[in-house]
């Protein structure tokens, strides 16, 4: 301090610091003394006259300086001085100034970008292109689904109800209705799903994706002519995606056969059976849902073999595997004589009878065709009802049951390549 007041005169400063050293034993006798015998004096103010002689000597000095300043437009070189001392900042920090520039301006831009996407503005154009683009063709496919899923007489209609937020919304509604009624509230259960299945197609069908449809029991509640028409839909559909279906009503099951066979898709059924534990787990396809050789032959190789190991364990668990192939060669012979016997003319789950391309086959049938499936259907039928005690019937053994499917089977065969007389 005493060096920054300019003070470089070794006898002033030895005086300044003994004045100092002074002062500090006076403040500590002070703080310690008993009396005032023990209070060290007050040093000299000489060396505070000195101090007083620098100060004024100094403030003139500043003075004569202010003055010589004044002379040299010293405001301006302040002026100067700061711009340069700006720049040099500036030059420092160059790199970043330059990035936050960068920044600023892509912030800039997403305001500009936000600000474009209004939603008020943004539904207003929406719904003017909906119009003319969406819209009209919306309901032409709405209309055309009513059409292909034998809905056409109900009166109800699509329009646009609104559009929010950039988003355009459609409703069925029913046609030439003035009042306030909801369409549910008219509609019966079945007319209510059938055309809500015609907006979900006409939906899906008018944008690009092929992504898999899967249907839950998609003809539930709806009578036979929705039916068959939803079915031969959604078969059409098989055309652009992959469609799963699953029911537990084998007269859809049917129907789906039915039409997949016509419109040549290939499908697989898949069986799912429930377990205890509380699931269902994909099982082997039952008997009614395979092909009447497959069928034959998984009789023969899979069941029959089975019951062969179970005769060797005793009579009780061989009855429980036979009277369950026995059951199943019954049904299957129901089959056989729906669908090779009489051509798949006749199906009990189908409503139509099919001819083209098939009543011809029912000219190859001959007596002993007739004989075979009477005598096996009532020998097998026995196994099916209730028996007397006192006459029960007893299951066939291994070899027999096997003797009448491959019987079954070599009928197949040879009725398969008959050529009709």
């Not at 505070?48 to 000597?57: A, E, H, R, T």
């Not at 939603?119 to 689904?145: G, P």
């Not at 329009?159 to 030439?176: C, N, P």
């Not at 027999?400 to 008959?418: A, C, G, N, P, Y």
Request: net charge neutral; glycine share 4%.
């Amino acid at each position: 301090m005493i060096d920054s007041a300019g003070i470089v005169n070794e006898r002033d400063q030895a005086a300044i610091f003994n004045f100092c050293s002074l002062l500090e034993k006076r403040k500590t006798s002070l703080i310690n003394a008993k009396n005032k015998s023990e209070i060290c004096p007050l040093p000299g103010d000489d060396i505070l006259i000195v101090i007083s002689k620098l100060i004024l000597s100094f403030e003139q000095q500043a003075a004569v300086y202010e003055e010589d300043a004044k002379g040299e437009n010293r405001e301006e070189l302040i002026k100067k001085a700061t711009e340069l001392e700006a720049t040099k900042f500036l030059s420092q920090q160059k790199k970043g100034i330059e990035e936050e520039v960068a920044r600023l301006k892509v912030v800039h831009k997403l305001k500009e970008a936000i600000n474009l996407t209004n939603t008020q503005q943004l539904s207003i154009k929406k719904s003017a292109l909906s119009d003319e683009l969406i819209t009209s063709e919306y309901v032409k496919r709405f209309n055309k689904e009513l059409v292909d899923l034998g809905a056409k007489r109900i009166k109800v209609e699509m329009i646009k109800t609104k559009a929010s937020k950039g988003h355009v919304y459609h409703q069925i509604k029913l046609k030439d209705c003035n009042a306030s009624v909801r369409t549910a509230e008219v509609l019966s259960e079945g007319e209510f799903r059938i055309t809500s299945l015609a907006g979900f197609l006409a939906d899906v069908e008018g944008k690009p994706n092929n992504t898999p449809f899967v249907f839950d029991d998609p003809i539930s509640s709806l009578d036979q002519d929705f039916e068959e028409s939803t079915i031969n839909r959604l078969i059409r559909l098989c055309n652009k995606r992959q469609v799963i279906v699953f029911t537990h009503r084998l007269s859809m099951l049917a129907l789906l056969e039915e039409a997949a066979k016509k419109e040549k898709i290939e499908y697989e059924i898949v069986c799912l059976r429930s377990e205890y534990w509380g699931v269902g787990e994909p099982g082997d396809t039952p008997i009614f849902a395979k092909k009447t050789d497959r069928a034959l032959n998984f009789l023969l190789v899979e069941r029959l073999a089975r019951a062969r190991r179970a005769i060797k364990t005793g009579q009780q668990e061989y009855e429980l595997i036979a009277k369950g192939i026995c059951s199943d060669f019954r049904i299957l012979l129901e089959r056989l004589i729906e669908n090779d016997l009489l051509a798949d003319v006749v199906q009990r789950f189908r409503r139509s009878i099919n001819t083209i391309g098939k009543i011809h086959k029912l000219a190859k049938i001959t007596q002993e065709d007739c004989q075979l499936f009477d005598e096996l259907m009532t020998k097998y039928s026995k196994y099916e009802h209730s028996q007397s005690y006192e006459t029960p019937v007893v299951l066939p053994e291994p070899d027999e049951i096997q003797h009448d499917i491959e019987k079954v089977k070599t009928w197949l065969d040879e009725f398969s390549k008959r050529v009709a007389s």
